[in-house]
């Protein structure tokens, strides 16, 4: 069992910065892919990036990519979403979530889920 717990979320302005984070229960953390997935209201929850057990691969949906990066620290079994140039339209609640053993973007795929930490990007 893995309890996930987000933190960092905001309301920022238009073209600012937000870096979320994600730190999980256990002791078998670099095991776990992990990844990072929003839903905005009315909207289905979308994959957004995805990390590697070791932190060697990651992947970036196409709509984020050159604006979040995604990365891990194993020591602290915490994953973390840096946001920078946001958009109003990356405002969603965002969750942390785990699998085992690689990166998918089927969200029905991942195993373990956070509550969620909303973020609010201003126009």
């Known amino acids: 069992q893995v309890q996930l717990v987000e933190s960092g979320g905001g309301l920022v302005q238009t073209g600012g910065s937000l870096s979320l984070s994600c730190t999980a229960s256990g002791r078998t953390f670099s095991s776990y892919a992990m990844g990072w997935f929003r839903q905005a209201p009315g909207k289905e929850r979308e994959f957004v990036a995805g990390?590697?057990?070791?932190?060697?691969?990651?992947y970036l949906a196409d709509s984020v990519k050159g604006r979040f990066t995604i990365s891990r620290d194993n020591a602290k079994n915490t994953v973390y979403l840096q946001m920078n140039s946001l958009k109003p339209e990356d405002s969603a609640v965002y969750y942390c979530?785990?699998?085992?053993?690689?990166?998918?973007?089927?969200?029905?795929?991942?195993?373990?889920w956070g509550q969620g930490t909303q973020v609010t990007v201003s126009s």
């Open positions: 990390i590697s057990g070791i932190g060697t691969v990651t």
């Open positions: 979530a785990a699998r085992l053993p690689v990166i998918v973007v089927v969200i029905t795929a991942w195993d373990y």
